[in-house]
């Protein structure tokens, strides 16, 4: 078997994805064309781990207070193995433009669909952990063709969305340091090279950390924010003077006390973890189920009972899993956990006051997220807090659960920003 891999930091990629077109030294910022062809060797060899799992016995609980439940990861890997397209995700990457360029060492790959109403909005949108590209690929009709969809023409986005470094199809860091507030520096010049002079950002999950970062970074052209997870609210005490704030508090130690495994895994040793998340698909599947609990049941019903919630079918979910078993990116993305959270990150961190966000922020809280943010933290997050709302469905993975409600948020938050 090849090693899957991405755009190297010296633009050569082998394995699945592509060669780019090479840098030059005459332009080696060059936004170059990218497309996806996987081996069909590499997909025999997917089936062939999937069949050679070795399984634990069953959980002896009811619930996923184990761990991720032996019923819903035998019936992912038969449906992985004998009923899934694993050419889905190729095809459905191909049918969209991707490029990459080179960013401080790192080949960043991302999707740039422009919307056919020349007056659309430019944003950039981060996915996060663990999720990729693939979850926010049926929000991009919505977004890029609203008039399709309910909407307007001046509803219209032209659409940026980068691979975080080291997950997908962009090429891994060599080196430390490429934490959120790199991310964002990152994002502002790739919004540069693309010739966007007005522009707006969004994220959820890590991206939402970017997306705040940019926030804070003030570059030139960026007019405003969005978001769906306030990363702030993991940094110190909040108010818990209302009901909303006591059972967002309540949901937030929880979390630590319950729901932190990954999190402090891939922050402390994401090295361990990846010789696991490199070597079987069946282990990558379950670490990356095991995040939240409202995702996992969901994503359980839909495997077992074959029930989705939303568009969280059986199809999109295996969609992103595979990209990272293709990619071989389950440690690379892992690491970026220790950039941002781990002890050096933290002891560096210490004592640094970070600037406030200027700019417009628009902020929904969908019902189905780790806490259900109140309005109130999110103004104390935010001065400048423009837009906030609560929806009534729709969990972690907001633009992938829910594209089309996800849309109608976003041309609301910043609707107001395009004049």
């Known amino acids: 078997m090849s090693t899957p891999t991405r755009p190297t930091s010296t633009g050569t990629g082998t394995g699945t994805g592509t060669v780019p077109t090479p840098r030059?030294?005459?332009?080696?910022?060059?936004v170059r064309p990218f497309q996806v062809h996987v081996p069909e060797e590499e997909l025999a060899e997917l089936r062939r781990r999937i069949a050679a799992t070795r399984w634990p016995t069953r959980e002896l609980v009811a619930n996923r207070?184990?761990?991720?439940?032996?019923a819903t990861m035998q019936a992912l890997a038969r449906y992985w193995a004998t009923d899934y397209d694993l050419g889905r995700c190729e095809a459905r990457l191909n049918a969209l433009p991707q490029f990459v360029t080179e960013i401080d060492g790192v080949d960043v790959h991302f999707l740039h669909v422009r919307s056919r109403h020349e007056d659309a909005l430019p944003l950039v949108m981060t996915h996060g952990w663990p999720g990729s590209v693939v979850e926010m690929l049926d929000s991009v009709?919505?977004?890029?063709?609203?008039t399709a969809h309910g909407g307007r023409a001046e509803d219209a986005f032209h659409l940026v969305l980068p691979s975080l470094p080291g997950y997908g199809f962009s090429s891994e860091p060599t080196e430390l340091g490429w934490d959120t507030p790199h991310v964002a520096r990152a994002w502002a010049e790739l919004m540069r090279r693309l010739g966007y002079t007005r522009y707006v950002a969004q994220g959820g999950d890590v991206g939402a950390g970017v997306t705040d970062a940019m926030g804070r970074q003030a570059p030139e052209g960026l007019i405003g924010i969005h978001t769906n997870l306030l990363v702030t609210a993991l940094g110190g005490p909040q108010p818990t003077d209302t009901e909303a704030e006591r059972a967002a508090a309540d949901a937030l130690t929880v979390f630590r006390a319950d729901g932190f495994a990954?999190?402090?895994?891939?922050?402390?040793r994401p090295q361990t973890i990846g010789y696991g998340l490199l070597?079987?698909?069946v282990a990558l599947a379950a670490w990356m189920l095991d995040h939240d609990t409202d995702a996992y049941y969901k994503i359980a019903r839909a495997f077992v009972d074959e029930q989705p919630s939303g568009n969280l079918t059986r199809d999109h979910v295996l969609d992103n899993i595979t990209l990272y078993w293709l990619t071989g990116t389950g440690a690379s993305a892992a690491r970026s956990y220790w950039d941002n959270y781990g002890v050096a990150a933290t002891q560096a961190a210490a004592g640094r006051v970070a600037p406030d966000v200027t700019v417009p922020v628009g902020f929904t809280t969908f019902p189905g997220e780790i806490w259900r943010t109140p309005r109130s933290w999110a103004e104390k997050a935010y001065p400048t807090l423009s837009y906030f709302n609560e929806v009534d469905r729709g969990g972690h993975f907001a633009a992938w659960e829910?594209?089309?409600?996800?849309?109608?948020?976003?041309?609301?938050?910043?609707g107001p920003l395009r004049s």
């Not at 030059?24 to 060059?30: G, I, N, V």
């Not at 829910?402 to 910043?414: G, H, K, Q, S, V």
């Open 24 to 30: 030059t030294e005459a332009d080696p910022a060059a």
């Open 279 to 281: 070597d079987s698909p």
């Open 65 to 70: 207070s184990q761990g991720v439940q032996l």
């Open 141 to 146: 009709g919505p977004l890029t063709d609203p």
């Open 402 to 414: 829910e594209p089309e409600l996800f849309a109608t948020e976003l041309r609301a938050a910043f």
């Open 262 to 268: 990954y999190f402090l895994e891939q922050a402390t």
